[in-house]
């Protein structure tokens, strides 16, 4: 089964960057598409960015087109989230997510599901 374990969260003043980093094992990572959700206190798990096999497709909210970079490294089985010019409204829990098949934007496609970090944006 597939496990994966996001890191890289923390507290950043408003206009930092941070970069998230998810780590995935159990199975052939460029078999997946891979996506970033955050959740902020007493809201619903929303899409953020997502990233094909390769890497040659990408797909983002519009919250954070232009800031947001999602990336992925398959020989280190890895997917990253560059988060820059952050502002308050992107403090949140931060969760990586894989799926097989199309690239997909919604919570209920994404089969697998990290434990989640937490980005804290200060203004």
């Known amino acids: 089964q597939v496990q994966l374990v996001e890191s890289g969260g923390g507290l950043v003043q408003a206009g930092g960057s941070l970069r998230l980093s998810c780590a995935f094992s159990?199975?052939?990572?460029?078999?997946?598409?891979m996506g970033w959700f955050r959740q902020a206190p007493g809201k619903e798990r929303n899409f953020v960015a997502a990233?094909?096999?390769?890497?040659?497709?990408?797909s983002y909210a519009d919250s954070v087109k232009g800031r947001f970079t999602i990336s992925r490294d398959n020989a280190k089985k890895t997917v990253y989230l560059q988060m820059n010019s952050l502002k308050p409204e992107d403090t949140a829990t931060y969760y990586c997510?894989?799926?097989?098949?199309?690239?997909?934007?919604?919570?209920?496609?994404?089969?697998?599901w990290g434990q989640g970090t937490q980005v804290t944006v200060s203004s």
């Open positions: 997510a894989a799926r097989l098949g199309p690239i997909a934007t919604t919570e209920g496609s994404f089969r697998s």
């Open positions: 159990g199975r052939t990572f460029s078999n997946y598409v």
């Open positions: 990233i094909t096999w390769g890497g040659g497709s990408t």
